[in-house]
């Protein structure tokens, strides 16, 4: 009976749509009732593992298992939610086998599966999408809404010691209902190699492959190899080489077009950027505007989901002081992406003109040496991990080509398509809890670290309006010519012009300077 409950939450899994449309405070009541399951089941696993009688925790069940009409009663309809309540209440009627392997691994694969449930529920709101058509149909994210989803975030890895469970019994068969929660192996190539250990970023991939883990009970495990540069990666994931990678795509000058899903100069900030990225053209859509330039624009067998940022940059380090323009001619700058080819335009050579790759070790070591005026990397803190404050004194900001930077993983389409929806909606999760939990982390430790510059004799400076106008410039008439060569570049660049119009001309109203 009791592997029956994975039954229970596969059917709730198919409900989740209709879950996620809740206001925002019965939203908040279901994520807090899905979690308290969770955490009931795992204190379960435990007593049964010390060969202990759950029986004050079992009961708890029985009540959380009579309270499920009432709590989703109104959002899935009334004779649907009463026919989960009967088959919960039919799968706990009896007490599960004290020590029983398979029993444990059940359970602890329900906890997690729970787990997986509320955080779909509590960081993907399915209200409808910006759309260019219409001013009034914006997404929805209000205060109640990101309380909800920091307190899922905040709440600890409750089942993380499920990891060295045995994913068998001692007959050597595989635990219960293995249709319903497959076994599944991945495997994820990241661009960020172990020279940038020290930096938030490098963590993000690592957690999403643990929080994949946790809430699919180790049924769903990716092995992480940080191996590849950006193009490479994204070539192995189009042709199944790998399933999936964790990657930048502004590093990757072929798909132009796609650089408006990361990092475009003078974009978005992170809180538009994430609509954006949100952002369907017809509500009713499979797919957003930006994973459907992938297939259906670009013929690739690809589709991205973001899973981390570094929220608005700074400027970079500078070994002299700019006093005009003219300060850039013929100086050199290790910087990515488009911002590169602004600053091409303003008269710089850019790292990516040299001909070879360079670490940030190398960068900074040119940097130190004069042979670069300037290095980029993100903002006060990790440019800090990189020893890039002992290299040059003048930091400028803003970092107006990486505005609300972001990083996805991209997955192979096929291999998407062959996960079971539960695993689907967990995966979705996953990648927005990391992309809540890295910004969080980087908007925090940022502001300490900036206090901590002027105790390093760093000299914070801002970009004169003659370079930010010329820059502003530059970049629209990159755009513009992009535009007139590539028919997709084009079309993309006008919905996110629609769409930058609008979304601004609502956080211009909440702006206070």
């Known amino acids: ?10 059917q709730l899994f198919d409900v989740t749509e209709r879950l996620k449309q809740a206001t925002d405070e019965r939203r908040e009541r279901i994520v807090t009732y899905f979690h308290n399951i969770e955490e009931c089941l795992v204190q379960i696993a435990k007593d049964l593992q010390d060969n202990q009688e759950p029986l004050v925790n079992w009961e708890e069940l029985r009540v959380y298992a009579s309270e499920l009409t009432q709590t989703i009663g109104e959002e899935i309809g009334q004779q649907r939610a009463k026919q989960l309540t009967t088959l919960l209440q039919k799968t706990i009627s009896n007490t599960p086998v004290v020590g029983n392997q398979q029993d444990i691994q059940t359970i602890l694969t329900a906890a997690g599966t729970f787990r997986g449930l509320a955080f779909s529920i509590a960081t993907n709101p399915s209200s409808p999408p910006v759309s260019s058509s219409s001013s009034h149909n914006s997404h929805h994210f209000s205060r109640r809404t990101f309380a909800s989803i920091s307190g899922a975030t905040a709440i600890g890895l409750t089942a993380g010691w499920l990891t060295g469970m045995n994913r068998s019994n001692s007959s050597g068969n595989t635990t219960s ?4 929660f497959p076994y599944v192996s991945w495997k994820m190539n990241t661009f960020l190699s172990d020279n940038v250990s020290n930096t938030i970023l490098y963590e993000a991939p690592e957690k999403f492959c643990n929080l994949i883990r946790q809430m699919t009970g180790g049924r769903f495990e990716i092995k992480l190899e940080r191996t590849g540069e950006t193009g490479e990666i994204l070539r192995k994931v189009d042709q199944g080489e790998i399933q999936c990678g964790y990657n930048a795509i502004y590093y990757t000058p072929r798909y132009r077009s796609l650089m408006f899903g990361s990092a475009i100069p003078f974009g978005l900030n992170p809180q538009e950027q994430i609509i954006w990225l949100s952002y369907k053209k017809n ?4 797919l957003t505007y930006i994973q459907s330039i992938y297939k259906e624009k670009l013929g690739l067998n690809v589709i991205p989901f973001a899973a981390g940022t570094t929220g608005g940059q700074m400027g970079g ?4 002081k700019l006093n005009s323009i003219n300060d850039l001619k013929g100086k050199v700058m290790r910087i990515p992406g488009l911002g590169a080819e602004v600053f091409q335009k303003l008269g710089m050579t850019t790292h990516d ?3 070879t790759p360079i670490s940030v070790d190398e960068s900074v070591r040119r940097l130190k040496e004069g042979k670069f005026l300037a290095v980029e990397w993100t903002g006060p803190y990790d440019d800090m991990q990189l020893g890039l404050h002992k290299a040059a004194k003048f930091y400028y900001y803003p970092g107006w080509w990486e505005t609300g930077t972001v990083a996805d993983i991209q997955v192979n389409l096929e291999a998407w398509k062959k996960l079971p929806s539960q695993y689907q909606e967990i995966f979705r999760a996953a990648c927005h ?6 910004l969080a982390e980087y908007e925090h430790k940022n502001s300490q670290a900036l206090k901590e510059l002027s105790n390093n004799g760093v000299e914070l400076v801002e970009f004169s309006q ?8 530059e970049t629209k008439l990159l755009l513009d010519i992009y535009s007139q060569q590539d028919p997709i570049f084009k079309e993309v660049y006008d919905e996110w012009n629609k769409f930058k119009e609008q979304i601004q001309s609502w956080s211009k109203l909440n702006k206070i300077d």
């Open 433 to 438: 809890q990391v992309y809540i939990n890295t």
């Open 466 to 473: 003659q370079i930010l106008q010329a820059a502003q410039k």
């Open 353 to 355: 003109q040299l001909g």
């Open 177 to 180: 209902s293995p249709d319903l």
């Open 283 to 286: 509500p009713n859509d499979e």
């Open 317 to 320: 380090w500078f070994k002299e």
């Open 1 to 10: 009976m009791v592997g029956e409950i994975l039954e229970v939450i596969t």
